[in-house]
């Protein structure tokens, strides 16, 4: 079935790259997110990369898409405070329902 | 609305009662998505609406979960005999097209105790 899977921490310190990672299982998925979950409060959409693509930019943030793999990565460049928060890969499968399925989320702790 | 509405904000219920959620999505939009977040958890798909009709309710748990969308905009999700395990974030999101551009209320946080 779909499924899909991230590591659940990643420290860095303020001023580095952030690179978070995700795998999933779909090979039929065609569209693949990125959201960002701050402490209560909703999804907030970061990016997303469409599976024809490889690399999608966006001014600090970098989506890096394997599809043979199966592999999401999210970079994000000169990583600060404000970006401490849970981050979600979410996978639109081959349901024609565009129900997404989400990892369980990586927290990203930035350190001053 | 600017964005998608989902009230209570908060919602502390006891065992064996009735709740109801309401979500109140982005206008024109026609896909309507409710979600549940358990605690350190992902969101996990429950029922998804294409205008008035549920589409596909593959993901709620069992039969006391119930939603609605009598007039293609607002939905209510509504759970029977509320059990403690029920206790999360219900979240709900909308799209003008099924899988693009979905927009995520805040959520409703349901406590049973």
């Known amino acids: 079935g779909e499924d899909v899977e991230q590591s659940l921490f990643l420290s860095v310190r303020e001023g580095d790259s952030s690179v978070i990672n995700c795998t999933y299982t779909?090979?039929?998925?065609?569209?693949l997110y990125w959201y960002k979950q701050e402490p209560g409060a909703g999804l907030q959409l970061l990016t997303y990369?469409?599976?024809?693509?490889d690399m999608k930019q966006d001014q600090r943030l970098t989506v890096l898409l394997n599809k043979k793999d199966k592999h999401l990565s999210l970079r994000i460049a000169d990583t600060q405070t404000g970006d401490s928060a849970i981050y979600f890969c979410?996978?639109?499968?081959?349901?024609?329902?565009?129900?997404?399925?989400f990892g369980q989320g990586t927290t990203l702790q930035v350190k001053p | 609305g600017a964005g998608v509405s989902q009230t209570p904000s908060n919602k502390v219920t006891e065992k064996g009662k009735y709740v109801e959620l309401r979500c109140d999505p982005i206008?024109?939009?026609?896909?309507l998505y409710w979600y549940r977040q358990s605690l350190g958890q992902g969101p996990e798909f429950l029922i998804y609406?294409?205008?008035?009709?549920?589409?596909?309710d593959s993901g709620l748990p069992n039969d006391r979960f119930f939603a609605v969308r009598p007039e293609g905009s607002v939905s209510t999700l509504k759970i029977q005999r509320t059990e403690r395990g029920d206790s999360a974030v219900y979240l709900c999101?909308?799209?003008?097209?099924?899988?693009?551009?979905?927009?995520f209320g805040s959520g409703t946080r349901l406590t049973v105790v």
């Open positions: 999101a909308s799209s003008y097209r099924p899988g693009y551009g979905y927009t």
């Open positions: 779909d090979s039929s998925s065609t569209y």
């Open positions: 990369i469409f599976s024809n693509m």
């Open positions: 979410a996978e639109f499968g081959s349901s024609n329902t565009g129900k997404l399925i």
């Open positions: 206008s024109g939009h026609t896909a």
């Open positions: 609406f294409q205008g008035t009709g549920a589409a596909d």
